[in-house]
Nanobody, 124 residues
Framework: VQLQASGGGLVQAGGSLRLSCAAS????????MAWFRQAPGKEREFVAA????????GYADSVKGRFTISRDNVKNTVYLQLNSLKPEDTAVYYC??????????????????WGQGTQVTVSS
């Protein structure tokens, strides 16, 4: 599967963005999906994950209550709604896909496919 992330940009603190990750192919519903992010000089970190059906989700503590992951298996797209953004949310955001598990959680090694990333910059 090929993943194309989009929707990043520059936003003021407290603002919102919606990231999208479009997947190629007709088997999108067989992939567990997730979002990770990487800030300059830092390791890639887990943000949110969603199961194949969308029925199960998980979030990093740092974004819980502010970010929402969702998916549309007809449109082959996973979304990440970012609300109440903070400067520390500034990073490149990556979507990832795993075909082996129903829900893959927070471990990046679980994921087989990665998008190219989309930059989110939050100004104070």
């Amino acid at each position: 599967v090929q993943l194309q992330a989009s929707g990043g940009g520059l936003v003021q603190a407290g603002g919102s963005l919606r990231l999208s990750c479009a997947a190629s192919g007709r088997t999108f519903s067989r992939y567990a999906m997730a979002w990770f992010r990487q800030a300059p000089g830092k390791e890639r970190e887990f943000v949110a994950a969603i199961s194949r059906s969308g029925g199960s989700t998980g979030y990093a503590d740092s974004v819980k209550g502010r970010f929402t992951i969702s998916r549309d298996n007809v449109k082959n797209t996973v979304y990440l709604q970012l609300n109440s953004l903070k400067p520390e949310d500034t990073a490149v955001y990556y979507c990832a896909a795993d075909r082996e598990s129903y829900y893959s959680g927070s471990y990046p090694d679980q994921y087989d496919y990665w998008g190219q990333g989309t930059q989110v910059t939050v100004s104070s």
